[in-house]
T-cell receptor, first 116, second 112 residues
Framework: LAKTTQPISMDSYEGQEVNITCSHNNIATNDYITWYQQFPSQGPRFIIQGYKTKVTNEVASLFIPADRKSSTLSLPRVSLSDTAVYYCLVGDLRVNYGGSQGNLIFGKGTKLSVKP | DAEITQSPRHKITETGRQVTLACHQTWNHNNMFWYRQDLGHGLRLIHYSYGVQDTNKGEVSDGYSVSRSNTEDLPLTLESAASSQTSVYFC???????????FGPGTRLLVL
C-alpha cells in the first residue's frame, strides 16, 4: 500500500503561489493521485486529480514527475479563504475485483495558513 | 440538488453499546465509503461498497461493519463501541472508482 507524507503546516501571504508536495514512494501502477481541501467542521472537498505529468483546472495545478513518487499541488495567488487543510489521496480500489484488497490512503494533511 | 447526509451529527455513547451511523446519498452513486478522522492520522478508510450487496474492508475495519441493501444508504455499525472509536466519521460517495468523492458533513462520536 502506498504511504503518503506531507508537510504538517505551511504559511503564506495573500497573492502568493503555494506549492504543497506529497511523497508517495511506493505508489502502485494503477494508483491515481487526488487532492482534497477541508475546512473546519466540514467534509473534504475535491480539488484536482491526476495520474502523470501535469493537470490544471480552474482552481489548481497538479504536477506529477515521471517516477510518480511525489506530487505537487500548486495554488496560484492564494487568498484568505484558501486557509484550510489539504490532503493528498493515493489509491486504487479496482484491484478488489481481482480478489486483492484495494485501498485508498490519505496523507495526514497540510494545514495551510494564508495571512493578509 | 443531490446531496449526501449523515445522521446523527453528534453522538455520545457508552463503551460496549452498539451504535449505527447513517449515511444517505441522492447522487445515485454506486460507490460509497466510510472514513474516520483523528488528529495525527488524517482520514482512514473503514469500509467501502461498489454497489448493492457489496461491501469491502478498508485499512481500519476491525470493530466496524456495513451493509448495502440499496443504492442510497450505507449504515456503519460499531458492534461494541470502544473508547478508541471516539472520532469524527465521514461518509462519501462517488460515481466511479477513480471519480471525485463527495463527502458528507461528518458525525462526531464520543464513546465514554
Amino acid at each position: 500500500l502506498a504511504k503518503t507524507t506531507q508537510p504538517i503546516s505551511m504559511d503564506s501571504y495573500e497573492g502568493q503561489e503555494v506549492n504543497i508536495t506529497c511523497s508517495h514512494n511506493n505508489i502502485a501502477t494503477n494508483d491515481y493521485i487526488t487532492w482534497y481541501q477541508q475546512f473546519p467542521s466540514q467534509g473534504p472537498r475535491f480539488i484536482i486529480q491526476g495520474y502523470k505529468t501535469k493537470v490544471t483546472n480552474e482552481v489548481a495545478s497538479l504536477f506529477i514527475p515521471a517516477d510518480r513518487k511525489s506530487s505537487t499541488l500548486s495554488l496560484p495567488r492564494v487568498s484568505l479563504s484558501d486557509t484550510a487543510v489539504y490532503y493528498c489521496l493515493v489509491g486504487d480500489l479496482r484491484v478488489n475485483y481481482g480478489g486483492s484488497q484495494g485501498n485508498l490512503i490519505f496523507g495526514k494533511g497540510t494545514k495551510l495558513s494564508v495571512k493578509p | 440538488d443531490a446531496e449526501i447526509t449523515q445522521s446523527p451529527r453528534h453522538k455520545i455513547t457508552e463503551t460496549g453499546r452498539q451504535v449505527t451511523l447513517a449515511c444517505h446519498q441522492t447522487w445515485n452513486h454506486n460507490n460509497m465509503f466510510w472514513y474516520r478522522q483523528d488528529l495525527g492520522h488524517g482520514l482512514r478508510l473503514i469500509h467501502y461498497s461498489y454497489g448493492v450487496q457489496d461491501t469491502n474492508k478498508g485499512e481500519v475495519s476491525d470493530g466496524y461493519s456495513v451493509s448495502r441493501s440499496n443504492t442510497e444508504d450505507l449504515p456503519l455499525t460499531l458492534e461494541s463501541a470502544a473508547s478508541s472509536q471516539t472520532s469524527v466519521y465521514f461518509c462519501a460517495s462517488s460515481e466511479g472508482w477513480a471519480e471525485t468523492q463527495y463527502f458528507g458533513p461528518g458525525t462526531r462520536l464520543l464513546v465514554l
